[in-house]
């Protein structure tokens, strides 16, 4: 897939987002690694980082979430069972 596109089952991620999130996800990169490096990069498997929090604060020593973030996310997940 190349940048910018939606693989099958994306569009229904950004469907949840939407509703999840009241309003447009951010289509883009993270600056730090994640799985995806494996998943997307090594075996080519359509791959959707999505979580709650700040990627200023992510994976550092003074990492922090808001609530709010959490219970977006989790309601972003549980629109999938």
Known sequence: MGAGRIAPG???CRGNVQTACR???VVGKWLFSTNGVGSMGTCGVPTIGF???D???AHT??????IEHLVMATQFYAAFR
Do not use: H, K, Y
């Not at 020593?61 to 808001?66: C, D, P, T, Y």
């Open 61 to 66: 020593v003074n990492e922090r979430v808001a």
């Open 23 to 25: 309003g447009s996800p």
């Open 51 to 53: 979580g709650p929090g």
């Open 55 to 57: 990627e200023a604060d």
């Open 10 to 12: 994306g569009a229904g």
